[in-house]
């Protein structure tokens, strides 16, 4: 099982630029997040998706969308590129069952992104 | 929105050592949950603890959590190198809510 993959790893981007993370995980989570963590901040929840078919904003969701495409998937858009959002970001699923917040995170890797 | 706070933010000590890193929040949970963090990596799972529960044990982790206080201590024991990473508290609130996490505690484990 490959668990929770992200993709790009990296990635640099001109202000004004848009891009799309995308997450995939194969353990049949329902529950799927996006974090960014800075230095200093910790991780910061981004959006999240509960299951398929619903995503809510977390503490920081403004510059971003997101589309949780089927129960697999769950992808971030950055549409305008601000150099606020150099960061790096996390997708991770969740073996929540009833609520949110219950079961235990799994991590991708991480995506770098650099605004200039 | 709430966040557990851990404490201190940096430790350094010998291998061999025990170390404890100790998270504060401020509501009622459901559960505390604490993560590794290896540099340049994803988060790791180490330790779900329930708020009816008071101690835990996973290997050479222990975690204890007095909800009265609003606190929990992750105890490292006989640490290695390989310990070195950053440590982070989460928590959720009782009310359906994604974790938290606080800013973490960098450990650093001298051989």
């Known amino acids: 099982n490959a668990g929770v993959t992200q993709t790009p790893k990296f990635q640099v981007l001109k202000t004004g630029q848009s891009m799309t993370l995308q997450c995939a995980q194969d353990m049949n989570h329902n529950s799927m997040y996006w974090y960014r963590q800075d230095p200093g901040m910790g991780l910061r929840l981004i959006y999240y998706s509960a299951s398929e078919g619903t995503t809510d904003k977390g503490e920081v969701p403004n510059g971003y969308n997101v589309s949780r495409l089927n129960k697999r998937e769950f992808s971030l858009r950055l549409e305008s590129a601000a150099p606020s959002q150099t960061s790096v970001y996390f997708c991770?699923?969740?073996?929540?069952?009833?609520?949110?917040?219950?079961?235990?995170?799994?991590f991708g890797e991480g995506s770098r992104l650099t605004v200039l | 929105s709430q966040q557990g706070e851990e404490d201190p933010q940096a430790l350094s000590i010998q291998e061999g050592e025990n170390a404890t890193m100790n998270c504060s929040y401020k509501t009622s949970i459901n559960n505390l949950q604490w993560y590794r963090q290896n540099s340049g990596r994803g988060l790791v799972h180490l330790i779900l603890?329930?708020?009816?529960?008071r101690e835990k044990h996973s290997g050479r982790l222990r975690v204890t959590l007095d909800t009265s206080k609003k606190s929990s201590s992750l105890l490292i024991t006989a640490s290695r190198a390989a310990d070195t990473a950053s440590y982070f508290c989460a928590t959720d609130d009782q009310g359906n809510t994604p974790l938290v996490f606080g800013k973490g505690t960098r450990l650093s484990v001298i051989a």
């Open positions: 991770a699923s969740s073996t929540d069952r009833v609520r949110v917040g219950t079961g235990e995170l799994f």
């Open positions: 603890i329930r708020s009816n529960e």
